[in-house]
């Protein structure tokens, strides 16, 4: 009879056996290392905010068809390592102690940096001798209406804005217009050719939790100068008829000196309710480089869903503008002023924009990107800590 410990024992030791050779018929990427430290003035002096996030995947190569999922994500580091609050430290008696509990527990489980499971794949590669797979997912999968599936599937150049995730949107963080996240299959094929592909999604949605299950499609067709994204979904027991979703991606470079990038969609519709623009999302950006200059015009609307949730955004328009000198693409230092305008169109308040300006220098050195910024808030004119904030952005990339 074996008892718990020697159980444990036997377990370690075949894990001793069999990890490194398991390890070593494994590719281990870290796809993605971010770290974003903001600084603002704040009674006589700075105060930092770090959020990390990463990603390592663990995959079988082409052969084995399957990939693990693992990261983490932390709204501030430099408080990873505080004890877990207690609840007798706030119970006073008063019917607000569970409440104040509750938030001091949420702060601390969105700063802590523990290695968790993000999702998982199995591909059955070329199904009946087809250009056609079949994948088994759980968890976190493909970002619909992002652009940045195209180098990964096409290995062209990137061609996603800039102006998207948490440098600039800390608390929505636009990025794509949805997200597939869930358990479920895909279905995809290339049709036979090295220029398109098309996929199937069915899956209960994470987002929405356990019982509702969603449905998606996707289109990519990649061109020399012109590159396409299509897709559409819908989600159900969902409303009284479902809900359903759509968007579209375009990018178009007719010549070296310029090229416009397009992201219009509607993230959440329930059919019957009354459609109006604060349902879309829209991003255009014409892009125009020269020899040591580029213009880059953004003009973005925020919906009012996005992934499920309420942004919170309903009614803001940014239109942001970059001037850069340099092309990371090209030289390992690049440069520039940003201005960003947001309109507020359905505020109730006074103040219904804001302007802020950003100089900013960019490096490339041994796989990192830097980003240094100051953001500085013109407008509403207000001596406070919102004012200036220093912003430090290092992305690792393999």
Same mark, same amino acid.
């Given at each position: 009879?074996?008892?718990?410990?020697?159980?444990?024992?036997?377990?370690?030791?075949?894990?001793?056996?069999?990890?490194?050779?398991?390890?070593?018929?494994?590719?281990?990427?870290?796809?993605?290392?971010?770290?974003?430290?903001?600084?603002?003035?704040q009674?006589?002096?700075?105060?930092?905010n770090?959020?990390?996030?990463?990603?390592?995947?663990?995959?079988?190569?082409? #052969?084995?068809?399957?990939?693990?999922?693992?990261?983490?994500?932390?709204?501030?580091?430099?408080?990873?390592?505080?004890?877990?609050?207690?609840?007798?430290?706030?119970?006073?008696?008063?019917?607000?102690?569970?409440?104040?509990?509750?938030?001091?527990?949420?702060?601390?489980?969105?700063?802590?940096?523990?290695?968790?499971?993000?999702?998982?794949?199995?591909?059955y590669?070329?199904?009946?001798?087809?250009?056609?797979?079949?994948?088994?997912?759980?968890?976190?999968?493909?970002?619909?209406?992002?652009?940045?599936?195209?180098?990964?599937?096409f290995?062209s150049?990137?061609?996603?804005?800039?102006?998207?995730?948490?440098? !600039?949107?800390?608390? +929505?963080?636009?990025?794509?217009?949805?997200?597939?996240?869930?358990?479920?299959?895909?279905?995809?094929?290339?049709? &036979? +050719?090295?220029?398109?592909?098309?996929?199937?999604?069915?899956?209960?949605?994470?987002?929405?939790?356990?019982?509702? !299950?969603?449905?998606?499609a996707?289109?990519?067709?990649?061109?020399?100068?012109?590159?396409?994204?299509?897709? &559409?979904?819908?989600?159900?027991?969902?409303?009284?008829?479902?809900?359903?979703?759509?968007?579209?991606?375009?990018? !178009?470079?007719?010549?070296?000196?310029?090229?416009?990038?397009?992201?219009?969609?509607?993230?959440?519709?329930?059919?019957?309710?009354?459609?109006?623009?604060?349902?879309?999302?829209?991003?255009?950006?014409?892009?125009?480089?020269?020899?040591?200059?580029?213009?880059?015009?953004?003009?973005?609307w925020?919906?009012?869903?996005y992934?499920?949730?309420?942004? &919170?955004?309903?009614?803001?328009?940014?239109i942001?503008?970059?001037?850069?000198?340099?092309?990371?693409?090209?030289?390992?230092?690049?440069?520039?002023?940003?201005?960003?305008?947001?309109?507020?169109t359905?505020?109730?308040?006074?103040?219904?924009?804001?302007? #802020?300006?950003?100089?900013?220098?960019?490096?490339?050195?041994?796989?990192?990107m830097?980003?240094?910024?100051?953001?500085? #808030?013109?407008?509403?004119?207000?001596?406070?800590?919102?004012?200036?904030?220093?912003?430090?952005?290092?992305?690792?990339?393999?």
């Amino acid at each position: 009879m074996i008892n718990k410990r020697q159980y444990i024992g036997i377990c370690l030791l075949c894990a001793g056996i069999l990890l490194p050779g398991l390890l070593a018929a494994a590719d281990l990427t870290v796809s993605e290392l971010e770290l974003i430290t903001r600084g603002n003035w704040q009674e006589d002096t700075v105060m930092l905010n770090t959020r990390g996030r990463s990603e390592i995947k663990v995959s079988g190569g082409y #052969k084995f068809g399957g990939s693990l999922l693992l990261g983490f994500e932390s709204a501030n580091l430099s408080n990873a390592d505080q004890d877990a609050p207690v609840y007798s430290d706030y119970d006073d008696g008063s019917p607000d102690s569970p409440e104040l509990f509750a938030d001091a527990l949420t702060r601390y489980l969105d700063t802590q940096t523990t290695l968790q499971f993000q999702g998982a794949r199995i591909t059955y590669r070329e199904l009946f001798n087809t250009p056609t797979d079949l994948t088994y997912f759980v968890g976190n999968n493909d970002r619909l209406g992002s652009a940045e599936v195209f180098p990964q599937q096409f290995g062209s150049l990137p061609i996603a804005t800039k102006y998207q995730g948490y440098l !600039y949107f800390p608390t +929505n963080e636009y990025r794509g217009i949805h997200r597939v996240k869930g358990t479920g299959i895909e279905v995809s094929s290339t049709f &036979g +050719n090295e220029w398109s592909k098309g996929s199937l999604y069915f899956y209960q949605d994470s987002y929405l939790g356990e019982g509702n !299950y969603s449905a998606d499609a996707r289109y990519l067709a990649n061109f020399d100068k012109l590159k396409l994204e299509l897709f &559409g979904g819908a989600s159900f027991p969902q409303k009284s008829y479902g809900l359903y979703r759509g968007g579209l991606l375009f990018y !178009y470079r007719p010549a070296e000196r310029g090229e416009f990038f397009a992201q219009i969609g509607v993230p959440y519709y329930a059919p019957f309710d009354s459609i109006n623009i604060n349902d879309f999302f829209f991003l255009f950006e014409p892009r125009v480089h020269f020899e040591y200059v580029n213009v880059i015009l953004t003009l973005f609307w925020h919906p009012s869903m996005y992934l499920m949730e309420s942004t &919170g955004d309903e009614g803001s328009a940014d239109i942001h503008f970059n001037l850069m000198f340099g092309d990371t693409r090209k030289n390992p230092v690049s440069g520039g002023l940003e201005t960003n305008f947001t309109l507020v169109t359905e505020s109730s308040s006074s103040q219904d924009f804001e302007l #802020k300006v950003t100089p900013y220098l960019n490096a490339i050195t041994s796989g990192v990107m830097w980003n240094f910024m100051i953001n500085v #808030k013109l407008l509403p004119y207000s001596i406070d800590e919102e004012m200036v904030e220093g912003v430090i952005g290092v992305k690792a990339e393999f």
